[in-house]
């Protein structure tokens, strides 16, 4: 079985090496110009620029959701 790595997904480099294995059993690659690990096709999806600026937001909701639940029930 032979697999096409097209690119660094950070750089975009095509020089790009075998780099062991995840301990999932996964093919480790590693490109040579930036020095970036990955995998191909990762079980996690990257977090968008969009959650990141929604992300603390979402925290000050959750913590005076988890305030009003506490202060409601004394």
């Given at each position: 079985?032979?697999?096409?790595?097209?690119?660094?997904?950070?750089?975009?480099?095509?020089?790009?090496?075998?780099?062991?294995?995840?301990?999932?059993?996964?093919?480790?690659?590693?490109?040579?110009?930036?020095?970036?690990?990955?995998?191909?096709?990762?079980?996690?999806?990257?977090?968008?620029?969009?959650q990141q600026e929604a992300s603390p937001e979402l925290m000050v909701i959750s913590l005076s959701?988890?305030?009003?639940?506490?202060?409601?029930?004394?």
């Amino acid at each position: 079985m032979t697999v096409e790595i097209n690119s660094c997904p950070n750089c975009g480099c095509e020089e790009v090496s075998r780099n062991g294995q995840t301990r999932h059993g996964k093919q480790n690659y590693k490109c040579r110009e930036c020095g970036r690990q990955f995998v191909l096709n990762p079980a996690w999806k990257a977090i968008t620029k969009e959650q990141q600026e929604a992300s603390p937001e979402l925290m000050v909701i959750s913590l005076s959701n988890q305030t009003s639940k506490l202060i409601r029930d004394s």
